[in-house]
């Protein structure tokens, strides 16, 4: 079964960066679509930001745009999320997600999660 493996949460202060790294588990795995989810304390998981994996095309959660930058390394399989300008609002468990839809991944298509890695920025 594919896995997809994060690293890179911790904490930070605000106005800090964090770069989140997401791989799959097997060389093999195929995807159309990979991106970014949050859930805060008491929230509903949300998209942050997606990549379509061939064409490289990016799109964002108006929350975090201007702030934060998905890319993908096609060499090492792998997707990023580098945050800048960190707020408190930020803090939540972030998942990698993956899927074989043609749309945007939403909570309803995603196919593969990440296990999630924490992030907190504190004031």
């Known amino acids: 079964q594919v896995q997809l493996v994060e690293s890179g949460g911790g904490f930070v202060q605000a106005g800090g960066s964090l770069r989140l790294s997401c791989v799959p588990s097997?060389?093999?795995?195929?995807?159309?679509?990979m991106g970014w989810f949050r859930q805060g304390p008491g929230k509903e998981r949300e998209s942050v930001a997606g990549?379509?994996?061939?064409?490289?095309?990016?799109y964002y959660a108006d929350s975090v745009k201007g702030r934060f930058t998905i890319s993908r390394d096609l060499a090492k399989n792998t997707v990023y999320l580098q945050m800048n300008s960190l707020k408190p609002e930020d803090t939540a468990v972030y998942y990698c997600?993956?899927?074989?839809?043609?749309?945007?991944?939403?909570?309803?298509?995603?196919?593969?999660w990440g296990q999630g890695t924490q992030v907190t920025v504190s004031s």
């Open positions: 097997e060389r093999t795995f195929s995807r159309s679509i």
């Open positions: 997600a993956a899927g074989r839809s043609l749309s945007r991944l939403s909570v309803v298509n995603v196919q593969f």
């Open positions: 990549i379509y994996w061939v064409a490289g095309t990016t």
